[in-house]
T-cell receptor, first 116, second 110 residues
Framework: GAGVSQSPSNKVTEKGKDVELRCDPI?????LYWYRQSLGQGLEFLIY????????KSGLPSDRFSAERTGGSVSTLTIQRTQQEDSAVYLC??????????????FGSGTQLSVL | DAKTTQPPSMDCAEGRAANLPCNHS???????VYWYRQIHSQGPQYIIH?????ETNEMASLIITEDRKSSTLILPHATLRDTAVYYC???????????WGLGTSLAVNP
């Protein structure tokens, strides 16, 4: 596709349920990022995938959060046993690597997650 | 990665130039300066980046001081659609993750 695609755009779930958020990056981009953004806040790094390397999971807030990237393309962020504090916009981005273009990220429109 | 400091908010009259400052006094020699903006309810959008020379593209101009400790993003003729939060980030490009602050909330007024 022409840009980064995320689905769903909105997700409302009940506390304790599991959710899956999907990201389809720009074709050819080897790096993929997940961030989350709470209302009025900056972006919080969650996880980073680069090619076949082990992902950088240092930003995941708890073991309820996990992500995978299949075939070097589509990524899924899974949140188990959701809590109200998980409510936020979850943003996915992709970029070319390496070099200066690696800092040029292309973002999707995000998934607004609301946990009731 | 070096941290950046930006004013929390700025105002600009429509049609005037908007000059958004950013301090990055601890920037390393191999780190670039990137600017993004985020319009309400959308993902951030890349604007421009530079290493030490001034840069210009169809969206904006980037002025980097000679000592590279600060930079200014210039929107030459601001429009209402430029109302957004603007983020300044420094990174070596071979990033594992970018560090995002709270940015500058720019309000363009008619």
């Amino acid at each position: 596709g022409a840009g980064v695609s995320q689905s769903p755009s909105n997700k409302v779930t009940e506390k304790g349920k599991d959710v899956e958020l999907r990201c389809d990056p720009i074709s050819g981009h080897t790096a993929l990022y997940w961030y989350r953004q709470s209302l009025g806040q900056g972006l919080e790094f969650l996880i980073y995938f680069q090619g076949n390397s082990a992902p950088d999971k240092s930003g995941l807030p708890s073991d309820r959060f996990s992500a995978e990237r299949t075939g070097g393309s589509v990524s899924t962020l899974t949140i188990q046993r959701t809590q109200q504090e998980d409510s936020a916009v979850y943003l996915c981005a992709s970029s070319l690597i390496p070099g200066q273009e690696g800092g040029k990220l292309f973002f999707g429109s995000g998934t607004q997650l609301s946990v009731l | 990665d070096a941290k950046t400091t930006q004013p929390p908010s700025m105002d600009c009259a429509e049609g005037r130039a908007a000059n958004l400052p950013c301090n990055h006094s601890t920037i390393s020699g191999n780190e670039y300066v990137y600017w993004y903006r985020q319009i309400h309810s959308q993902g951030p959008q890349y604007i421009i980046h530079g290493l030490k020379n001034n840069e210009t593209n169809e969206m904006a101009s980037l002025i980097i001081t000679e000592d590279r400790k600060s930079s200014t993003l210039i929107l030459p003729h601001a429009t209402l659609r430029d109302t957004a939060v603007y983020y300044c980030i420094v990174n070596a490009g071979n990033n594992r993750k970018l560090i995002w602050g709270l940015g500058t909330s720019l309000a363009v007024n008619p």
